[in-house]
């Protein structure tokens, strides 16, 4: 009889085991683990169980973002072709696969020296290039050429930044291991050996250059972007995932994995911190943290409330030892950023956040879409809107005054407009807002109804919205001009920097042939002492003049002038294009021109109206509009 019974009893003892298993791997999922206290292990580890995953994230820019050297990472031309710009000449130069700068003097083209290039940061926009030297071997340093992807050229960090002309050649070199590992790296701890040293320099009043003087040894789990910059460090995580039970109680439950984070599965704040880690600058929360920073790395991890560790950046920021008004030119007079890298406050100063479940996940994905971005196609229409405004995605016209399928009509060109500068573009500002045309027009912000309406004057821009949005308004004294004729000739570099941008896009709304008024502006644009500001007039000028030129042949010797133009040449350099350009206006034939509108500050020729624009110009020298901001 007990034989037949022995065969129920194991099963039922099976069965209590297997239960008491099933009930003691519940009750050990649950235990939180202390990210702080894990070990990084690459993202390759990940692979494994996250195959597809892996392969996603395996294709970002965010994976590319550091790299070393090697004929597959490095993008730059390095033939050996000379770069003269602020009195020096760098040869880019690969040799056996490897990559080198070769300084001369800009001037007699004597050789000066010659540094090896170990690591890249960038590859989508742009990409820059460090070195290390024998004095400071831990040092890596950011070196003066960067090569565009874009425009496919070498191009003096002084162009690529908001500075003027009177920079130094050296002006934007520092060293990586005290900026750029921060935030483009995984697993990162700087290893400044020197802080107490320099710190007590400081404080007895000697001049101290941290950007010279500090020395590192630094050390990285991955270069990159890796997935535990996410999804916190993963060594407990893979550890315990060889657990066969533990898989199996997981994948069966509607369990979640307490031994990593999902930026999906943690609250509002915790998930806009894990982006706002990066994208978000930031200083550490205390003087104490700073050191812990610079030895051993940032002390947050995915999971974490951001603001219990840093201080996000605002205008009225401040840092010891520094000018008062550090950061605020880096900002709108509103509070709105004028950069990128700083979306996290854009999030937070946004009312969207008033739905709890408003993150950067609610447009963007990590694992999918355009990588570029990384945003699902319909994420770039009115569709991301839908959920909250699903009225306004239906029917946008009542809302917006605009036909539906226009620029007017789509939710980010008002709410999210092009102004925030960064990597040698306008990205959109991610703080969520209604524009307030004569409130921004009277702090000096770009409105975004004059990204569209380029020929508009701003008493025309103010009439047409408080009449359409019952807009209240703020004192302002209308000039009567075109507004972003204006901007252009008389804002802070941002400000100009906008406007040259905005001439170049948006020609479904105001065709090119429309725009033909703006070319002599631009090629005014062209003689700013802002490097980036010229460029942006560049381009303008050469996305007007490739869309009329079948129409109006007589453009065809602006376009061949263009061709000899370099925006991060030299004055001397620059002198006879300039009088090529004006020339060719003061002789060109506009009888088939349209009209130039009104408030263009042409006359009925096309020539420039001195006597309106020069005003306009020296309030662009005034004190208070010479600035200068990295990114």
């Known amino acids: 009889m007990l034989k037949k019974l022995l065969p129920f009893l194991a099963l039922i003892m099976l069965a209590t085991a297997t239960f008491y298993a099933w009930h003691v791997t519940g009750k050990a999922v649950d235990q939180k683990v202390d990210f702080h206290q894990g070990d990084y292990t690459g993202s390759d580890t990940c692979q494994d169980c996250h195959q597809d995953r892996y392969d996603s994230w395996h294709r970002t820019y965010h994976r590319t973002m550091t790299q070393e050297t090697s004929p597959e990472t490095v993008l730059g031309d390095f033939n050996g072709k000379p770069q003269t710009y602020w009195g020096y000449t760098i040869k880019p130069i690969k040799r056996n696969n490897r990559y080198y700068f070769a300084y001369h003097d800009g001037t007699t083209g004597a050789f000066l020296s010659e540094v090896e290039i170990v690591r890249t940061v960038g590859s989508r926009r742009y990409q820059q290039y460090m070195a290390q030297t024998e004095a400071t071997q831990g040092n890596y340093y950011r070196l003066e050429l960067l090569w565009h992807i874009e425009d ?62 500090a020395l590192f040894q630094s050390e990285v789990t991955e270069l990159g972007i890796g997935c535990e910059s996410c999804h916190s460090p993963a060594a407990t995580h893979s550890e315990l995932s060889s657990q066969i039970m533990r898989k199996y109680y997981l994948g069966l439950t509607d369990a979640r994995d307490p031994s990593v984070v999902n930026p999906n599965h943690v609250d509002q704040q915790a998930s806009l911190s894990i982006c706002g880690q990066c994208h978000g600058q930031r200083t550490p929360e205390t003087l104490a943290l700073a050191k812990v920073w610079m ?83 319909e994420n770039r229409t009115n569709q991301a809107c839908a959920s909250c405004h699903l009225d306004l995605v239906t029917d946008p016209s009542p809302h917006t005054g605009h036909k539906p399928d226009s620029p007017g009509s789509l939710c980010y060109d008002c709410h999210m407009p092009k102004m925030s500068y960064g990597i040698m573009t306008f990205h959109r500002n991610h703080r969520i807002e209604s524009p307030q045309t004569e409130n921004e027009l009277s702090i000096s ?45 008389s804002g802070d570099p941002v400000q100009r920097a906008v406007a040259a941008y905005q001439m170049g896009h948006h020609f479904e709304s105001l065709s090119a042939k429309n725009r033909l008024f703006l070319l002599p502006h631009l090629l005014l644009g062209l003689q700013d002492n802002y490097p980036a500001i010229r460029r942006f007039s560049y381009k303008s000028l050469n996305q007007i003049l490739s869309a009329t030129q079948n129409e ?80």
Not at 306 to 327: G, I, K, R, Y
Not at 457 to 486: C, G, R
Not at 569 to 591: C, I, S
């Open 445 to 489: 912000k770009p409105n975004a109804c004059v990204a569209c309406h380029l020929n508009k004057t701003d008493d025309w821009l103010i009439n047409e919205t408080q009449a359409f949005w019952d807009q209240k308004s703020a004192p302002y004294q209308p000039h009567h001009m075109i507004q972003s004729l204006v901007e252009l000739h």
């Open 295 to 377: 030895e051993e790395g940032p002390t947050f991890r995915p999971g974490d409330d951001l603001e219990t560790h840093v201080n996000p950046v605002w205008q009225d920021s401040q840092v010891d030892t520094q000018q008062h008004d550090l950061f605020k030119s880096r900002f709108w007079a509103d509070g709105t950023a004028r950069l990128t890298a700083y979306e996290y406050q854009g999030i937070v100063q946004s009312a969207c956040t008033q739905d709890p479940t408003f993150t950067c996940q609610s447009c963007h994905t990590m694992h999918g879409g355009d990588v570029k971005g990384m945003i699902e196609p």
């Open 152 to 213: 496919q050229r070498w191009i003096h960090l002084n162009g690529a930044f908001l500075g003027s002309d009177q920079q130094s050649f050296s002006a934007h070199t520092g060293i990586w291991n005290q900026n750029c590992i921060f935030c483009h790296n995984t697993g990162i701890t700087p290893g400044m050996s020197n802080y107490n040293e320099l710190a007590n320099r400081s404080r007895s009043g000697e001049a101290v250059d941290v950007s010279i003087d």
């Open 552 to 631: 109006h042949p007589e453009l065809q010797v602006l376009s061949e002038h263009l061709v000899s133009f370099d925006f991060i040449g030299n004055t001397e350099q620059r002198a006879p294009f300039y009088k090529n350009t004006m020339n060719w206006l003061n002789h060109v034939d506009t009888k088939n021109w349209p009209t130039p509108p009104e408030g263009s500050m042409l006359k009925s020729n096309y020539q420039i109206d001195w006597e309106m624009i020069t005003p306009l110009r020296n309030q662009a020298l005034t004190t208070d509009k010479v600035i200068h901001i990295g990114e």
